[in-house]
T-cell receptor, first 114, second 115 residues
Framework: GENVEQHPSTLSVQEGDSAVIKCTYS??????FPWYKQELGKGPQLIID?????GEKKDQRIAVTLNKTAKHFSLHITETQPEDSAVYFC?????????????FGKGTLLTVNP | DTAVSQTPKYLVTQMGNDKSIKCEQN?????MYWYKQDSKKFLKIMFS???????INETVPNRFSPKSPDKAHLNLHINSLELGDSAVYFC??????????????FGPGTRLLVL
């Protein structure tokens, strides 16, 4: 089955700096890669996703890059703000199968210091 | 309006008890899921139902039994609760269709503590 590794487990940055979180996956059949943000006491919320036919996707201060050959994808947050502080999860899914199962990384606790 | 809702938000109970967690989605989605998040924040799929039919069962102890009375509801019943069942349980849903089902929307979670 799919295995998703996520690094780092914790990341502390100063407000205004950039933050990068990296994930690798094992199953070459995976073709959908979402990122979720989980604030304290809440459920994970989708913030951006990318499919295997795209190498990069941006949404304001957030971008995701995908390297299918190397089987890794990354989340980039620019101009970080204190409200970006949360746990971020990457995930991978094989949407070509009958079951659209998401396999999650173990999460990155991002702290943005004012 | 809450898209995916769960009740209760908190559940404290004794070992050996039986409890249920309810989930409802008002998004019109066809597929619903249960995830378990342990103390280290690791999120793992437990079950998935599509139009009331079980499609994913991830080697969960048979003390856990999901029930889907209709496609807007997926409840989780847990028998003979154990200390290791303490965790946060999340319900999620997604829409059928090419390029849609992978995008899952999560509920706020149910924090279960077994004493």
């Amino acid at each position: 089955g799919e295995n998703v590794e996520q690094h780092p487990s914790t990341l502390s940055v100063q407000e205004g700096d950039s933050a990068v979180i990296k994930c690798t996956y094992s199953d070459s059949a995976s073709n959908y890669f979402p990122w979720y943000k989980q604030e304290l006491g809440k459920g994970p919320q989708l913030i951006i996703d990318i499919r295997s036919n795209v190498g990069e996707k941006k949404d304001q201060r957030i971008a995701v890059t995908l390297n299918k050959t190397a089987k890794h994808f990354s989340l980039h947050i620019t101009e970080t703000q204190p409200e970006d502080s949360a746990v971020y999860f990457c995930a991978a899914s094989d949407s070509g199968g009958s079951n659209y199962k998401l396999t999650f990384g173990k999460g990155t606790l991002l702290t943005v210091n004012p | 309006d809450t898209a995916v809702s769960q009740t209760p938000k908190y559940l404290v109970t004794q070992m050996g008890n039986d409890k249920s967690i309810k989930c409802e989605q008002n998004l019109g989605h066809d597929t619903m899921y249960w995830y378990k998040q342990d103390s280290k924040k690791f999120l793992k799929i437990m079950f998935s139902y599509n139009n009331k039919e079980l499609i994913i069962n991830e080697t969960v102890p048979n003390r856990f039994s999901p029930k889907s009375p209709d496609k807007a509801h997926l409840n989780l019943h847990i028998n003979s609760l154990e200390l290791g069942d303490s965790a946060v349980y999340f319900c999620a849903s997604s829409q059928d269709g090419d390029g849609l089902r992978e995008t899952q929307y999560f509920g706020p979670g149910t924090r279960l503590l077994v004493l």
